[in-house]
T-cell receptor
Framework: DTGVSQDPRHKITKRGQNVTFRCDPI?????LYWYRQTLGQGPEFLTY????????KSRLLSDRFSAERPKGSFSTLEIQRTEQGDSAMYLC????????????FGPGTRLTVT | AQSVTQLDSQVPVFEEAPVELRCNYS??????LFWYVQYPNQGLQLLLK??????LVESINGFEAEFNKSQTSFHLRKPSVHISDTAEYFC???????????FGSGTRLLVRP
């Protein structure tokens, strides 16, 4: 068990550019979650998948954001036409569909939009 | 809708003193409660959880939290803190209706020698 991994760890981009982040969950976990954390705040839920199905999306997830989990394993989060307000830490977590409900978090991808 | 309130943004305390980090939640359904810890420059780690059963839950490093349904609280306590406990602590809630975690804004525990 190598834990949840995220790539890249840091991303600096110019306003208007598109960015894509990747998350690899713990291998036996079928639920995968994306959160966003800004400085001084707790993580905010963005979306989650059970296997390849996207089951819930937050109102925070504007149409510039899209997430996929095509084979029920890794997931990607894409932000199109980035804005300075998108600067944040993007966190991925995974959990099993058992009864423990606990989510395991990756180290995050820090996005800076200049 | 569910929400979590952590009233204390920062709690300074001297080493070996007791500490309590407060967490209150609001929910119209049965909840599951969690405390996560974020050490400097590290990711979120689960500290402890309440799912059902005994209302007092403990972690391996001496923290405990008590679920109080009537007061809708899940306060985190430690009888004697160490310098190494300096971190950001987040309280979170989820439920069977949605597996997402709703987090509070966090409490920074600052342990001084």
């Amino acid at each position: 068990d190598t834990g949840v991994s995220q790539d890249p760890r840091h991303k600096i981009t110019k306003r208007g550019q598109n960015v894509t982040f990747r998350c690899d969950p713990i291998s036996e976990h079928n639920r995968l979650y994306w959160y966003r954390q800004t400085l001084g705040q707790g993580p905010e839920f963005l979306t989650y998948f059970q296997n390849e199905a996207q089951l819930e999306k937050s109102r925070l997830l504007s149409d510039r954001f899209s997430a996929e989990r095509p084979k029920g394993s890794f997931s990607t989060l894409e932000i199109q036409r980035t804005e300075q307000g998108d600067s944040a830490m993007y966190l991925c977590a995974s959990s099993s569909s058992g009864t423990t409900y606990e989510q395991y978090f990756g180290p995050g991808t820090r996005l800076t939009v200049t | 809708a569910q929400s979590v309130t952590q009233l204390d943004s920062q709690v300074p305390v001297f080493e070996e003193a007791p500490v309590e980090l407060r967490c209150n939640y609001s929910s119209s359904v049965s909840v599951y409660l969690f405390w996560y810890v974020q050490y400097p420059n590290q990711g979120l780690q689960l500290l402890l959880k309440y799912l059902s059963g005994s209302t007092l839950v403990e972690s391996i490093n001496g923290f405990e939290a008590e679920f109080n349904k009537s007061q809708t609280s899940f306060h985190l306590r430690k009888p004697s803190v160490h310098i190494s406990d300096t971190a950001e602590y987040f309280c979170a809630v989820s439920s069977d209706s949605s597996y997402k975690l709703i987090f509070g804004s966090g409490t920074r525990l600052l342990v001084r020698p």
